[in-house]
């Protein structure tokens, strides 16, 4: 019989993934996202990961890739999905060499990524594209830019006054679509159930992350008339029981929980608890959103915009059509002959 676990070569190197534009959100502006590849060879097949890390926790492509190399004799020496739970914590490293034993794994069983997850054939699904947080004025052009899209998210900055109106201003430029809000931890109780009148007066379907991790108890007492996401208040499968009650919704995002493999778990977790999911993107390549639309096949909501903030993606590439994002399988985790 094979091995459980083959020996493979691992090769490593950062990519600098910049930006077309520059982004703001609460606290940040960002340029570029940087990434870490992984690449696993077995001499037959070879498996790719990508993964950008945590800015948020101080997990960059830097000490990712010191750390995978580190790891690099138990890693070469054969290591299972399974055993990376204990290996690695949740974050960039161990969700850019989960993804790289995604595709190896199913390249040597020859099917592709999302039949070895058990999903149905994937179909494209109804994605947000998000507006970073400017002027009003410009965020309503933005939008109006994203003229196939159905859903958009906006990114706000705490700012209770001025983000209401750019909330109204892009409800009035786009009238028709799904909206949402991402406040990346930018609210206090005061400032939140000041900003909230503008919010339902918008139609606003999702409110994600509007206090700081650690501050989940200010959101004691709010109306959840309007769905709050919790993004950075969890990060693994072990954060997921203490949302109950507070949240109404788990974004997933791979970067944070280390992986498809924890991915699929926080999932079925959280449906379980009676919360619903979904799928989030911290910007990245192709490689990277092709992961998280397998995931994504089992959510209520898709955020997995990220590559058309690239100035040059992957080729194959995801495709983004009418409002919708596909993954072909030429682009990740699809089968392919042995050397």
Same mark, same amino acid.
């Given at each position: 019989?094979?091995?459980?676990?083959?020996?493979?070569?691992?090769?490593?190197?950062?990519?600098?993934?910049?930006?077309?534009?520059?982004?703001?959100?609460?606290?940040?502006?960002?340029?570029?996202?940087?990434? /870490?590849?992984?690449?696993?060879?077995?001499?037959?097949?070879?498996?790719?990961?990508?993964?950008?890390?945590?800015?948020?926790?101080?997990?960059?492509?830097?000490?990712?890739?010191? /750390?995978? &190399?580190? +790891?690099?004799?138990?890693?070469?020496?054969?290591?299972?999905?399974?055993?990376?739970?204990?290996?690695?914590?949740?974050?960039?490293?161990?969700?850019?060499?989960?993804?790289?034993?995604?595709?190896?794994?199913?390249?040597?069983?020859?099917?592709?990524?999302?039949?070895?997850?058990?999903?149905?054939?994937?179909?494209?699904?109804?994605?947000?594209?998000?507006?970073?947080?400017?002027?009003?004025?410009?965020?309503?052009?933005?939008?109006?830019?994203?003229?196939?899209?159905?859903?958009?998210?906006?990114?706000?900055?705490?700012?209770? &006054?001025?983000?209401?109106?750019?909330?109204?201003?892009?409800?009035?430029?786009?009238?028709?679509?799904?909206?949402?809000?991402?406040?990346?931890?930018?609210?206090?109780?005061?400032?939140?159930?000041?900003?909230?009148?503008?919010?339902?007066?918008?139609?606003?379907?999702?409110?994600?992350?509007?206090?700081?991790?650690?501050?989940?108890?200010?959101?004691?007492?709010?109306?959840?008339?309007?769905?709050?996401?919790?993004?950075?208040?969890?990060?693994?499968?072990?954060?997921?029981?203490? +949302?109950?009650?507070?949240?109404?919704?788990?974004?997933?995002?791979?970067?944070?929980?280390?992986?498809?493999?924890?991915?699929?778990?926080?999932?079925?977790?959280?449906?379980?608890?009676?919360?619903?999911?979904?799928?989030?993107?911290?910007?990245?390549?192709?490689?990277?959103?092709?992961?998280?639309?397998?995931?994504?096949?089992?959510?209520?909501?898709?955020?997995?915009?990220?590559?058309?903030? +690239?100035?040059?993606?992957?080729?194959?590439?995801?495709?983004?059509?009418?409002?919708?994002?596909?993954?072909?399988?030429?682009?990740?985790?699809?089968?392919?002959?042995?050397?």
């Amino acid at each position: 019989m094979a091995p459980i676990a083959p020996r493979v070569t691992m090769t490593l190197h950062n990519e600098p993934l910049p930006l077309v534009a520059p982004f703001r959100i609460s606290g940040y502006v960002f340029e570029a996202m940087p990434a /870490t590849v992984v690449r696993l060879d077995d001499g037959r097949f070879e498996g790719r990961g990508e993964a950008a890390g945590v800015y948020y926790l101080d997990d960059r492509p830097d000490g990712m890739l010191a /750390t995978l &190399e580190g +790891l690099r004799d138990t890693i070469e020496a054969g290591v299972t999905r399974a055993a990376l739970r204990d290996l690695l914590p949740p974050g960039g490293a161990r969700n850019a060499l989960d993804c790289a034993l995604w595709e190896l794994e199913a390249r040597r069983a020859g099917v592709p990524a999302w039949q070895l997850a058990g999903v149905e054939r994937p179909k494209a699904l109804l994605t947000t594209f998000t507006v970073g947080a400017d002027d009003p004025a410009v965020m309503a052009d933005a939008a109006r830019r994203y003229a196939k899209a159905r859903a958009i998210k906006l990114k706000l900055t705490g700012e209770a &006054e001025l983000d209401g109106e750019r909330v109204r201003a892009v409800r009035a430029a786009r009238p028709d679509v799904w909206l949402a809000v991402d406040a990346n931890q930018g609210y206090v109780p005061d400032t939140l159930d000041a900003l909230m009148p503008s919010l339902r007066e918008a139609a606003v379907a999702l409110l994600e992350q509007p206090c700081r991790r650690g501050r989940e108890a200010d959101l004691d007492g709010i109306d959840h008339a309007i769905p709050i996401a919790a993004d950075e208040s969890v990060q693994g499968l072990d954060e997921v029981e203490a +949302l109950v009650g507070r949240f109404d919704v788990v974004n997933i995002k791979l970067d944070k929980c280390g992986g498809l493999t924890e991915g699929l778990m926080i999932a079925e977790r959280a449906r379980a608890l009676g919360m619903k999911v979904m799928v989030g993107n911290m910007a990245g390549s192709s490689w990277a959103t092709a992961p998280g639309f397998i995931l994504g096949q089992q959510c209520d909501v898709v955020d997995l915009d990220g590559p058309t903030f +690239l100035k040059q993606d992957r080729t194959p590439a995801v495709v983004y059509r009418d409002g919708l994002v596909d993954c072909p399988d030429d682009v990740w985790g699809g089968p392919v002959p042995a050397r």
